[in-house]
C-alpha cells in the first residue's frame, strides 16, 4: 500500500493550518486499495490548492493529492472537446491548447487550478453572466466511489451525482477523467474597455448597460471610500479580440513570456495595513482611465495576480481570509452597500474587492452563482476580532437572501451555511445513497454540518 | 529527431525523461509491464508534444524474450538511437535477509535482467557505430551499508558493468551514461521517512539529458551527491562498520 505524509497544510489563505496525512497516488488501484485498507477515517481530494480555507483540508485524516493524474486523454480538433485526467491544470491547458486556437470556456483568477477542483467547486469566472459556471461546458466525468466503483456520470447517466459532485467539494468521491468543451480563439488577446464608475449604482447602471456587449466583465472596488463614493469602482469589459486587431508582429496566438516575481517568505502582518491598503485604492482608482479598444493579454487580463508567485504570503504568517457573496438582483444594492459600510466602519480593509454581475444558477446542488452581483475580497487576519465580524457579515447576507462561497470560507457556521444553501438536504441524500459512512468527508465538511462528525 | 526506448518507462524518473525527449521532438518506444498505464502515458505525450510514442510490452525476468522484445522494437521504429535503461526494484531488505526469493528477485531485477539486455542492445549499437545507453544505477552501490546492502550490491554490480561496457563501446562511438541518483521525489520515495535533500524528477530528466549531450560517462544527480558519496566512500571499513547506516 501506498505510503503517507503527515504534513502542516493549508489552503490559499494560510488559514487554516492542519496536520493532514497526504497520500500520493499514482495508480487508480493505489486510492481503492487505500480506501479498502481503512487506514484512514477520512479521505479528501486536494488540487493544486488554491480555495482559501480549509475546503481541501482533512485533519488528522487523509488528503489525496492529484498531481500524478495530470494527463490528457483525448482531444478532438474538430469539436475543441478535450478529455483528461482531474489534475490538470489549468495553466497546462492553456499552454497546450492556446497555440492551437483553444481557450478555457470558462476560468477563475487564476490558472493555477486543476480540472477537478473546478469542478468540485463549479468556479465561475468574468463571463458567467453569459457561459455561465465551468460544469456547464462540461460533458461527463469519471467519478470514483466510496465502494470503489467508477461510475459515469452525465447530466443523462447518473444525473443525481453529476449534480451533487459539481460544486459537491469532493465529497462524493474522486473526479478521475472529465470530458469538456474548449472554445475556439483567433488570438491570445483581448480587447478591452476600462469604464469607471462613481459609486455602487452608477456600477450597476453600467454594468447593466454592457452585459450584452461584453463575454468578460469585473469591476475592480475601491472599498475603503464613503457616502457618495461607496462603491466607486472601474470596470473592466472584454471580448476575445480577432487576430486581425493583435499588432505584435508575430504569431497572434502567442505571447511573451513574461518575467515572474516571488513573494521568498511571509511578509511582516504590518506591510498591508490600512494606509498601505488605503494608498493603494486611491492610486488604483486615479490611474486608471476610461479607456476603449485595448488589446490586453491573456495573462494579464485574466490572471493579474499569477505573475507574482506565493503571493498569498504578503499578508503575513497569519494569513488572510477570502469572503465571498452573491446577493439576488433585488437586494443586489443594499445587501452590498451594506456590507461595504461594515468593511470601512470595522477598519478592516481590503486590498483586492472584486464585483461581478451573475447569471442564472445551474443546477449544481451545493454550487454557489445564482442571478445577481457577487462581491469577492480579501480581509488580512491580524486579531480573532475578525471571525465575530465575518459571522456578522454571513448573517447580513443571509438576511438579504444571499449566499457565500464554499471555495472561499473557512468560518462559517452550520446553520447559517444550511440557511444559504437550499438543496442541502437533497445532496445529503445522494451523498448518504453513495457513502454512507462518510469515506470522503473534509475539515469544511465537518465544520458545516454538510456530513456529520462521526458515525 | 530520434528515436529513445525507454524500459521502465512508467517508474518516475523514466516519466520524467520521457516528457523531456518528447519536448525535443524525439519519438519515443515505452517498454514495461503496465501496458494499460503505458498507454495512458503514451497518450498525454502525444497530445502535448505531437511526438510518436509506441508502447511495448516488456518483462525483465523474461530473459528468454528479450531478443524477441528488441527485434519487435526496432521493427516498430525502424531504427533506434538511444536506450534509456529506468527500472529497479528496492525490495525489501529484512526479506531478502530471510527470503531468498526475495534477495533473488532484488538481484535479478536490478542485475542480471539489465545484462541480458544491454547485452543485446550493446552488440546493436556496436554494429551501427552510434548510440547511447543511460542507464540508472545508484548510490547505494557506492559503498554497502546494513539498510539496503541487497539492493546496493545490485546496482553496484550493474556500475561495474557498465564499466566494462563503456570499455568496450568506446572504439565504436557508443555513449555508456552511468547515472548514480541521489533521493529524487518518486512515489517510492514519498512518505518515506529519512529523505533529505529530494530532487524533482523533472530536475533529474533535464540534467541527465544534458549528460547525454555532453557525453558524460558517470555522473551522481543531483550533482552534490559526488561530494556526499566522496565523504561516504572515504570512511574507513574498520569504523564503517560499526556505524548504523
Ligand atoms: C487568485 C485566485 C483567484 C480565484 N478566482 C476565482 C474566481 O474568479 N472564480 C472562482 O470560482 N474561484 C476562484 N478562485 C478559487 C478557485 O478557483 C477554486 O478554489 C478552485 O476550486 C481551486 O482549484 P484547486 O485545483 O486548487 O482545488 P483545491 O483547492 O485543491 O480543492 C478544491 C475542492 O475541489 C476538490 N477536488 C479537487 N480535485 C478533485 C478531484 N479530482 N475529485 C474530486 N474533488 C476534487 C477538493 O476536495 C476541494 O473540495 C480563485 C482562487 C485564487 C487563489
Not at chain 1, 447602471?205 to 475603503?224: G, H, M, P, R
Not at chain 1, 468560518?411 to 437533497?426: C, G, H, I, R
Request: glycine letters at 8%; aromatic letters at 12%.
Amino acid at each position: 500500500m501506498i505510503k503517507h505524509k503527515e504534513s502542516l497544510i493549508a489552503g490559499w489563505g494560510n488559514y487554516p493550518a492542519e496536520v493532514c496525512n497526504v497520500y500520493r497516488p499514482d495508480r487508480v488501484r493505489d486510492i481503492t486499495e487505500l480506501i479498502a485498507s481503512g487506514a484512514q477515517p477520512h479521505y479528501i481530494s486536494r488540487g493544486l490548492g488554491r480555495s482559501y480555507g480549509d475546503t481541501a483540508l482533512n485533519h488528522g485524516s487523509g488528503v489525496l493529492l492529484h498531481t500524478e493524474f495530470a494527463r490528457f486523454v483525448h482531444f478532438d480538433e474538430q469539436t475543441g472537446i478535450l478529455e483528461c485526467e482531474a489534475g490538470v491544470s489549468f495553466e497546462e491547458i492553456i499552454e497546450h491548447f492556446l497555440p492551437r486556437g483553444w481557450f478555457l470556456p470558462v476560468t477563475p483568477g487564476t490558472k493555477f487550478v486543476t480540472v477537478g477542483g473546478a469542478i468540485a467547486n463549479d468556479v465561475h469566472g468574468k463571463n458567467h453572466h453569459v457561459d455561465g459556471t465551468f460544469s456547464q461546458h462540461v460533458l461527463d466525468f469519471k467519478l470514483l466511489l466510496a465502494s470503489g466503483e467508477i461510475v459515469h456520470c452525465s447530466r443523462e447517466e447518473q444525473s443525481d451525482l453529476f449534480y451533487a459532485t459539481i460544486g459537491g467539494v469532493g465529497l462524493t468521491g474522486v473526479i478521475l477523467t472529465a470530458r469538456f468543451r474548449l472554445i475556439p480563439v483567433e488570438s491570445a488577446y483581448l480587447e478591452v474597455d476600462y469604464l469607471k464608475a462613481k459609486n455602487l449604482d452608477h456600477a450597476f447602471e453600467l454594468f447593466a448597460q454592457t452585459n450584452e456587449k461584453y463575454q468578460y466583465s469585473v469591476a475592480w472596488i475601491d472599498c475603503l471610500s464613503k457616502g457618495d463614493n461607496l462603491g466607486r469602482s472601474v470596470l473592466m469589459l472584454g471580448n476575445h479580440a480577432p487576430a486581425s486587431k493583435v499588432k505584435t508582429g508575430g504569431d497572434p496566438l502567442r505571447i511573451k513570456n513574461k518575467p515572474k516575481f516571488n513573494v521568498p517568505f511571509n511578509f511582516p502582518s504590518f506591510v498591508l495595513n490600512r494606509w498601505s491598503i488605503r494608498a493603494f485604492n486611491f492610486a488604483y482608482y486615479n490611474i486608471h482611465q476610461n479607456e476603449k479598444s485595448k488589446i490586453v493579454d491573456y495573462d494579464s487580463f485574466f490572471y493579474p495576480l499569477d505573475s507574482v508567485h506565493n503571493w498569498n504570503r504578503a499578508y503575513g504568517k497569519k494569513g488572510f481570509v477570502q469572503y465571498q457573496a452573491v446577493f439576488p438582483p433585488e437586494t443586489s444594492r443594499q445587501g452590498l452597500t451594506e456590507m461595504l459600510k461594515r468593511l470601512s466602519q470595522s477598519g478592516r480593509s481590503s486590498f483586492l474587492a472584486v464585483l461581478k454581475s451573475s447569471g442564472e444558477q445551474n443546477g449544481g446542488l451545493l454550487s454557489f452563482p445564482f442571478k445577481g452581483y457577487t462581491l469577492a475580497l480579501d480581509i488580512p487576519l491580524h486579531d480573532d476580532g475578525l471571525f465575530p465580524f465575518l459571522r456578522e457579515l454571513d448573517e447580513l447576507v443571509a438576511a438579504h437572501g444571499g449566499r457565500i462561497y464554499l471555495a472561499k470560507d473557512s468560518e462559517a457556521s452550520p446553520a447559517t451555511f444550511a440557511n444559504m444553501y437550499p438543496d442541502l438536504a437533497k445532496f445529503q441524500a445522494v451523498k448518504a445513497a453513495v457513502d454512507p459512512n462518510n469515506v470522503f468527508s473534509s475539515s469544511q465538511a465537518r465544520r458545516l454540518g454538510i456530513v456529520e462528525e462521526s458515525r | 529527431m530520434k528515436n529513445v526506448l525507454i524500459l521502465g518507462a512508467t517508474s518516475g524518473i523514466a516519466k520524467a525523461l520521457a516528457y523531456q525527449f518528447a519536448g525535443k521532438k524525439h519519438n519515443l518506444l515505452l517498454a514495461g509491464r503496465d501496458v494499460e498505464e503505458m498507454k495512458r502515458i503514451a497518450q498525454d505525450i502525444h497530445i502535448r508534444h505531437g511526438v510518436k510514442v509506441t508502447v511495448h510490452p516488456f518483462d525483465a525476468l523474461d530473459y528468454d524474450g528479450h531478443a524477441d522484445f528488441f527485434t519487435n522494437c526496432l521493427e516498430t521504429a525502424g531504427e533506434i538511437d538511444g536506450i534509456v535503461l529506468a527500472y529497479g526494484y528496492l525490495g525489501d531488505q529484512r526479506r531478502a535477509e530471510n527470503e531468498f526469493a526475495e534477495a533473488r528477485r532484488v538481484i535479478e531485477t536490478n542485475y542480471l535482467s539489465a545484462v541480458s539486455v544491454l547485452n543485446i542492445a550493446a552488440n546493436y549499437f556496436e554494429s551501427k557505430k552510434d548510440g547511447f545507453l543511460c542507464v540508472l544505477s545508484s548510490v547505494a552501490g557506492d559503498r554497502g551499508r546494513q539498510s539496503n546492502f541487497m539492493y546496493g550490491s545490485a546496482k553496484g554490480g550493474l556500475s561495474l558493468y557498465l564499466q566494462g561496457l563503456r570499455n568496450r563501446l568506446s572504439k565504436s562511438g557508443v555513449h555508456v551514461l552511468t547515472v548514480k541518483p541521489g533521493f529524487v521525489d518518486t512515489k517510492m520515495t514519498f512518505g518515506q521517512s529519512g529523505m533529505f535533500l529530494v530532487a524533482k524528477p523533472e530536475q533529474v530528466a533535464k540534467a541527465i539529458d544534458k549528460m547525454i549531450q555532453k557525453r558524460v560517462d558517470v555522473a551522481y544527480t543531483p550533482f552534490f551527491w559526488r561530494y556526499i558519496m566522496l565523504i561516504i566512500k572515504s570512511v574507513p571499513e574498520r569504523i564503517f562498520k560499526r556505524l548504523s547506516l
